[in-house]
């Protein structure tokens, strides 16, 4: 046997399991119309996503309570949403309203509903206990809606995990290496970040101070000469990550909300997870461009898709890698704190849940996101 402790031996991660008392994004807002059904898995549960009557989304167990047939296959009309099979109808509570050839319809007759939230471009849903659905919960996006801000979004499906997409995001190291013709380059300082958890997850701080802009930064900011840069960045658990991401001409304070003469970008990725090896992936980038010209959010647009498609390659590709050989374990390194933090954080809410659902359901919770600000 050769030096160092027998792969047998080493521990094994701990099965991953969601943290459901939690907004997730569901939908970019106009993916979910009145006039047609959106099929999606949410942590590994069927949902049918749709519009009532007023507007307002709704959200349903995609498996009609009769004979279990999709019931995103069935049809939109007036009042809900009717099963193509024996054309049970219900409303955007889960109840069956209508039986054809039953006058007499039982309450046991009825789906299960999700809270859901449409806020500042994004459809919210909550897969845990519907009680505990507190909207001021919802992590802040305003800056998606607001006029003066141009917005680069977009969707992508990962076959990966959740939790690698989080290790990435959280993950300074890689961006010189994946990022060098987009969000970094072969001279970008590799400086690691200040990291300070919260209640609610980790906080992330970075300024480098006349350095060269990244490629995406130069194009957007039409930065010629050596910048101030900055990251800003709360990881909101379990699964949200907000980046304030600036580029300025050197000297001033930085970071600055008031400095119009810099490029802030406002970036959201927003993850949720579909299955245990799959995620959805919902990220929006508000703008605003020192120059004023709000065209150049087109650059931003297919700078973020190629950099999204240089990190989805290598993490789909590490995602085949940990199937191959479930029981390999990972080396750290010095730059893995934030997200081993938030690895931590994510452990102890789906504990403190798994203890709450055998114990007392009512006392079950988990913290509370703090406001944000530009202070």
Known sequence: MGKGTPRSAEPKEEANVFVRNAWY????????????????????DRVVLFRSDDGAPAALADRCCHRFAPLSLGDLEPGGLRCRYHGLKFNADGQCIEIPGQADIPAAMCVR???????????????????LADPARIVDCHWNTEPDWPVARG??????????????????????????????NKNFPNAQPEVTPFESGVRLRRVIRGTPASPLHAAAGRFTGPVDFWNEQVWWLPSVFENWAGSAPPGGEVPSAARHDALHFRHFSLLTPETESTTHYFWIQPCHFPHGDSSVINTVQKGI?????????IIEAQQKNIDADPAARMRGTRGDFALNQVRFMLQRLVKAEQKGAQAHPEARSEAHPEEYSDA
């Open 25 to 44: 994004v569901a939908a970019h807002a106009p993916e979910v119309t009145g006039a047609a059904l959106l099929a999606r898995t949410l942590l590994d």
């Open 113 to 131: 509903s999700y809270p859901v939230v449409e806020r500042h471009g994004l459809v919210w849903i909550w897969m845990g206990e519907p009680a």
């Open 155 to 184: 969707y992508l499906h990962y076959a990966a995990n959740y939790q690698l997409i989080a290790d990435n995001l959280l993950d300074f190291a890689h961006l010189t290496f994946v990022h060098r013709t987009t969000l970094a």
């Open 305 to 313: 898709e190629t950099a999204f498609a240089e990190d989805r390659s």
